[in-house]
């Protein structure tokens, strides 16, 4: 009957990892490797030092790893040693094992050091503006390696994706105290008055909120730009005007097409002046504060997503700088 190996130690370096055996006992993953390294040197002596152990410690687990697989592994010459016809199927099928464990340690402390794995970002009424497209390319530079992952959504959707841990953060426009996150207002811009190119109005430089007065008034649905809406609804009301305001469930470049399409006339971010939408112009508003719509940064404290972790302390840092 077959001895087994004495029951190894899970704390101990030598036994701690192993592997399943078809004849039912566990060999050492250190025998295997050690059994790989005799292979590659064909030489006990140099295989023991190049693997930092004693000559007589490797031929003996050698010998016992023969013994566990009923399998002559290499022939003993005066020399060095010979792998066997067995012993050679066997060592090529371990040597491709341990490329794939190899593998899979350096991936793994890729991503435990933030150098692989996936950033998770949603957009909330926000268009990629100067600011967080230069806070994005400067994060991918650093983290080449990292996926990004950008969504659109409603408000309420995003956050509801951070707290499950779908989304790493997402950037909302409008101020958010939201108890159970975190959140930071990176920047603020104005707004403009996106309208048709062949309308009256856009044959002005600038205009005020009064010159709107008598427009039909697009604005995107309060499910995704709460912060838009109350801020035209106030400066209408503060001017005592009462343009007809329509509002549609739509993102924002659905609703400058629709401002092409000659529907009416809509107060936007000033970032959404990025968007070419032919047969649309945009205005200032003379009247209207440059810091009047805030953007915010949304996250959980309970995020623990590496690739999150950078992004968060590179974003603060530039915050802290006075770069958004």
């Not at 250190?30 to 790989?36: F, G, P, S």
């Not at 970002?121 to 992952?149: C, H, K, Q």
């Not at 920047?187 to 996106?194: D, I, K, N």
């Not at 509002?247 to 000659?262: K, M, P, Q, Y």
């Amino acid at each position: 009957m077959r001895r087994r190996p004495p029951k190894q130690n899970v704390g101990q370096v030598e036994g701690s990892v192993h592997a399943r055996s078809p004849l039912g006992y566990r060999i050492p993953l250190v025998a295997l490797m050690q059994a790989a390294a005799v292979a590659e040197h064909l030489n006990f002596r140099h295989a023991a030092t190049a693997l930092g152990v004693s000559q007589s410690g490797l031929s003996q687990r050698i010998k016992q790893l023969e013994e566990d697989l009923g399998v002559l592994l290499f022939e003993r010459r005066h020399r060095g040693v010979a792998v066997t016809d067995s012993g050679e199927r066997f060592l090529r099928h371990i040597a491709a094992g341990i490329d794939q464990l190899d593998h899979a340690v350096k991936v793994a402390g890729m991503m435990a050091g933030g150098e692989l794995g996936r950033l998770r970002i949603g957009l909330g009424g926000v268009l990629i503006s100067p600011a967080l497209a230069d806070l994005l390319g400067r994060f991918r530079e650093s983290y080449p390696r990292i996926a990004v992952d950008i969504t659109d959504g409603q408000r309420c959707s995003l956050l509801r994706q951070i707290r499950e841990g779908q989304l790493d953060i997402a950037f909302v426009v409008g101020g958010a105290i939201i108890p159970d996150c975190h959140s930071k207002q990176l920047w603020v811009e104005r707004l403009v008055a996106a309208l048709p190119a062949l309308h009256d109005l856009a044959k002005a430089q600038e205009l005020e909120w009064v010159d709107l007065a008598s427009e039909t008034i697009l604005v995107c649905h309060d499910g995704i730009e709460p912060q838009v809406l109350d801020r035209v609804l106030h400066r209408f009301s503060e001017r005592r005007l009462q343009p007809a305001i329509h509002r549609f469930d739509v993102g924002r470049d659905t609703l400058i097409r629709l401002v092409a399409e000659g529907y009416g006339i809509a107060p936007v971010p000033e970032s959404a002046t990025a968007i070419a939408m032919p047969g649309v112009e945009f205005r200032c508003l003379d009247d209207e504060p440059p810091d009047s719509i805030p953007v915010t940064a949304i996250w959980s404290p309970f995020n623990r997503n590496v690739p999150h972790r950078n992004f968060l302390e590179m974003m603060l840092r530039r915050s802290r700088n006075g770069a958004a």
